[in-house]
Nanobody
């Protein structure tokens, strides 16, 4: 069983930066594809960034050029560097994992394991 724990959320000013981390434990981490999702204003989870086992990445248009997803297989961590933050980035952020290692997906239905989430608040 894979466990995921997010950290690094908090408050930032518009235009500022935050870095989220997701620590994975329980199984051999590098055989999973990973992604970051967010829930804004109580709506459904939006897949904003995804990375496959081979390092292939995908981004939602809403964050492309501002957010960067990366993983460190040696440390079993997944990071999300968020720059040029906007008030509309405010929400709960989740990391997710799938044993389909070569998949690069931003669809929530494709993921089996989820963290508990970390709150990001961006003020104008």
């Amino acid at each position: 069983q894979l466990q995921l724990v997010e950290s690094g959320g908090g408050s930032a000013q518009s235009g500022g930066s935050l870095r989220l981390s997701c620590a994975a434990s329980g199984v051999f981490y590098s055989r999973y594809s990973m992604a970051w999702f967010r829930r804004v204003n109580g709506e459904g989870r939006e897949g904003i960034a995804a990375i496959g086992y081979d390092g292939d990445v995908r981004y939602a248009d809403s964050v492309k050029g501002r957010f960067t997803i990366s993983q460190d297989n040696a440390k079993s961590t997944l990071d999300l560097q968020m720059n040029s933050l906007r008030p509309e980035d405010t929400g709960m952020y989740y990391c997710a994992a799938s044993p389909r290692a070569c998949m690069v997906s931003r669809q929530s239905a494709d993921f089996d394991y989820w963290g508990q989430g970390t709150q990001v608040t961006v003020s104008s």
